[in-house]
C-alpha cells in the first residue's frame, strides 16, 4: 500500500495530496541540506559504512512521520507549526554549526611506529575471482607507487603521496614514507576455511603472507560471509604477532581484508557506484572498471592502505577511542571530489566513453575512484583536483 493510500477515516482529498507531497518533499531536501553533519564538517564519520547511512536513516524516520501526519486531519496546523519551528531554528542551528567548524579537528600521534621505507602488499585471493577482477586490485597496487611518467594526472600516487604529510609531521623528522609495490599473490579457490569466516580466521588468512616489510591483504570473494561483514564493516586492518622472529626479537606484521559486497550489500560497501539503502534512491555513479564489486573493494582497500601506513599498530595517528578510530581516510567518509556532501560523492571526472565516474588515473590505463583523505596541515579533508 502506498504510504498516501490509507485506510485512515479521515482521508484528504485527492486534489490536495500532490501539494502537500512535494511541500514535505521539499522540506525534507531542506533538511537534507540545511542540516546535515558532512555539509557542516566532514570530520566525524567513522569509515566501516558509508558515509550517508546513519544520516539518511534518521531523515527516513522523519520523512515517515511527517507522511503520517498527511493522513491526519491536523495535517495543516501541524505543517505550519513545522516550518515555523524550523525557520525559527535555523538561525541558532547554523550559528551552532559555525562555532563547531571554527574548532580545530586535530588528528593526534600517539608515538608508535609508521610503517616506512619498501612495503611489499602481499595479496591473498580467497575464494573465486576472475584474472580480470584480480588485475583490478594489482594494478592499483602497482599504480600507488608508481613512477612512470606517462601517467595521466590527477594519478593514484598523487594521490598516495598525500600520506606524506603524516611522516613530515613526527619530531624528530626521521621517518620516511613507505614505498608500496605488489608482492606475492597467493589463490586459495577452493575456499580452505569454508564460506563463513571469523576474525581469527581473517587473520590466519593473512599470516599466509610474508610477514617481514609487508602487509598482507585478504580479499574475500562474493559468496563469502565473514563475521561483522555488512553489519557493522565493509573491511578492517590490523596487526598480528609474526610466526617467525625477525632478530630474535617478536614482531607484529600488518594486515588488510576487504570483502566483495557486489551480492551481499553493495548499498552499504560499495557506494556511490550502487544506490545506497537509505536515503534519496539517486542513480549510482558507472564504475570505472566496470565491477562494482571489485571497484568497491579498491575504495576500500585504497581507504584501509592509508590507515595502515598511518597508524598500522594501533598507536600512530588517529583521532578518538582506540577501539574505534578515526583515521586518515575514514575521517572523510563519502568525500570523494570537491562540493560532495551527503547522496553526492563530489565532482568527479567522466570517462566519455563509458561514462564511469573516476578521480585518479592508474598504470595500464586503468582509472580508479578513490576516498578523500584527512589533512593534518590543514584538519581539512583533501581531495585530488
Given at each position: 500500500?502506498?504510504?498516501?493510500?490509507?485506510?485512515?477515516?479521515?482521508?484528504?482529498?485527492?486534489?490536495?495530496?500532490?501539494?502537500?507531497?512535494?511541500?514535505?518533499?521539499?522540506?525534507?531536501?531542506?533538511?537534507?541540506?540545511?542540516?546535515?553533519?558532512?555539509?557542516?564538517?566532514?570530520?566525524?564519520?567513522?569509515?566501516?559504512?558509508?558515509?550517508?547511512?546513519?544520516?539518511?536513516?534518521?531523515?527516513?524516520?522523519?520523512?515517515?512521520?511527517?507522511?503520517?501526519?498527511?493522513?491526519?486531519?491536523?495535517?495543516?496546523?501541524?505543517?505550519?507549526?513545522?516550518?515555523?519551528?524550523?525557520?525559527?531554528?535555523?538561525?541558532?542551528?547554523?550559528?551552532?554549526?559555525?562555532?563547531?567548524?571554527?574548532?580545530?579537528?586535530?588528528?593526534?600521534?600517539?608515538?608508535?611506529?609508521?610503517?616506512?621505507?619498501?612495503?611489499?602488499?602481499?595479496?591473498?585471493?580467497?575464494?573465486?575471482?576472475?584474472?580480470?577482477?584480480?588485475?583490478?586490485?594489482?594494478?592499483?597496487?602497482?599504480?600507488?607507487?608508481?613512477?612512470?611518467?606517462?601517467?595521466?594526472?590527477?594519478?593514484?600516487?598523487?594521490?598516495?603521496?598525500?600520506?606524506?604529510?603524516?611522516?613530515?609531521?613526527?619530531?624528530?623528522?626521521?621517518?620516511s614514507p613507505p614505498l608500496l609495490s605488489l608482492g606475492t599473490q597467493i589463490l586459495d579457490e577452493k575456499y580452505s576455511?569454508?564460506?563463513?569466516?571469523?576474525?581469527?580466521?581473517?587473520?590466519?588468512?593473512?599470516?599466509?603472507?610474508?610477514?617481514?616489510?609487508?602487509?598482507?591483504?585478504?580479499?574475500?570473494?562474493?559468496?563469502?560471509?565473514?563475521?561483522?561483514?555488512?553489519?557493522?564493516?565493509?573491511?578492517?586492518?590490523?596487526?598480528?604477532?609474526?610466526?617467525?622472529?625477525?632478530?630474535?626479537?617478536?614482531?607484529?606484521?600488518?594486515?588488510?581484508?576487504?570483502?566483495?559486497?557486489?551480492?551481499?550489500?553493495?548499498?552499504?560497501?560499495?557506494?556511490?557506484?550502487?544506490?545506497?539503502?537509505?536515503?534519496?534512491?539517486?542513480?549510482?555513479?558507472?564504475?570505472?572498471?566496470?565491477?562494482?564489486?571489485?571497484?568497491?573493494?579498491?575504495?576500500?582497500?585504497?581507504?584501509?592502505?592509508?590507515?595502515?601506513?598511518?597508524?598500522?599498530?594501533?598507536?600512530?595517528?588517529?583521532?578518538?577511542?582506540?577501539?574505534?578510530?578515526?583515521?586518515?581516510?575514514?575521517?572523510?567518509?563519502?568525500?570523494?571530489?570537491?562540493?560532495?556532501?551527503?547522496?553526492?560523492?563530489?565532482?568527479?571526472?567522466?570517462?566519455?566513453?563509458?561514462?564511469?565516474?573516476?578521480?585518479?588515473?592508474?598504470?595500464?590505463?586503468?582509472?580508479?575512484?578513490?576516498?578523500?583523505?584527512?589533512?593534518?596541515?590543514?584538519?581539512?579533508?583533501?581531495?585530488?583536483?
Open positions: 500500500m502506498s504510504p498516501l493510500t490509507t485506510s485512515n477515516p479521515h482521508p484528504l482529498r485527492v486534489a490536495s495530496l500532490p501539494k502537500i507531497s512535494s511541500l514535505l518533499e521539499t522540506i525534507y531536501t531542506h533538511l537534507l541540506f540545511d542540516y546535515s553533519p558532512l555539509q557542516s564538517s566532514q570530520k566525524f564519520y567513522r569509515f566501516s559504512l558509508p558515509s550517508t547511512a546513519y544520516w539518511l536513516c534518521s531523515l527516513q524516520i522523519i520523512k515517515l512521520i511527517m507522511v503520517f501526519f498527511v493522513s491526519s486531519r491536523f495535517v495543516l496546523p501541524v505543517l505550519l507549526l513545522f516550518i515555523s519551528i524550523n525557520r525559527f531554528s535555523s538561525a541558532a542551528r547554523r550559528l551552532s554549526v559555525s562555532d563547531q567548524t571554527q574548532e580545530p579537528f586535530l588528528f593526534q600521534y600517539h608515538n608508535g611506529p609508521l610503517l616506512t621505507g619498501q612495503i611489499s602488499v602481499n595479496l591473498i585471493w580467497y575464494g573465486k575471482f576472475r584474472p580480470s577482477q584480480r588485475a583490478i586490485v594489482s594494478d592499483f597496487i602497482d599504480s600507488v607507487s608508481s613512477r612512470k611518467l606517462t601517467t595521466a594526472q590527477p594519478s593514484v600516487a598523487t594521490w598516495w603521496k598525500a600520506t606524506e604529510k603524516y611522516f613530515n609531521l613526527v619530531k624528530p623528522k626521521k621517518t576455511l569454508g564460506k563463513s569466516l571469523s576474525g581469527k580466521q581473517i587473520v590466519q588468512l593473512a599470516s599466509k603472507g610474508g610477514q617481514k616489510d609487508a602487509i598482507n591483504v585478504v580479499l574475500t570473494s562474493s559468496d563469502v560471509a565473514v563475521e561483522g561483514f555488512c553489519s557493522s564493516k565493509c573491511g578492517i586492518h590490523g596487526s598480528s604477532l609474526s610466526a617467525k622472529r625477525i632478530n630474535s626479537k617478536i614482531s607484529k606484521f600488518a594486515y588488510i581484508w576487504v570483502g566483495n559486497s557486489e551480492t551481499q550489500c553493495p548499498g552499504q560497501c560499495a557506494w556511490p557506484l550502487h544506490q545506497p539503502i537509505y536515503g534519496p534512491q539517486n542513480p549510482p555513479l558507472v564504475a570505472p572498471n566496470n565491477d562494482v564489486g571489485l571497484d568497491g573493494m579498491v575504495i576500500n582497500l585504497a581507504s584501509l592502505l592509508a590507515g595502515t601506513a598511518t597508524n598500522p599498530f594501533g598507536n600512530g595517528y588517529f583521532q578518538g577511542p582506540k577501539e574505534a578510530p578515526l583515521e586518515a581516510a575514514s575521517a572523510c567518509p563519502g568525500v570523494y571530489g570537491k562540493g560532495a556532501y551527503p547522496g553526492y560523492a563530489g565532482d568527479l571526472l567522466v570517462d566519455s566513453t563509458t561514462g564511469a565516474s573516476y578521480n585518479a588515473h592508474g598504470v595500464n590505463g586503468r582509472k580508479y575512484l578513490l576516498p578523500a583523505l584527512f589533512d593534518p596541515s590543514t584538519s581539512t579533508c583533501s581531495t585530488l583536483p
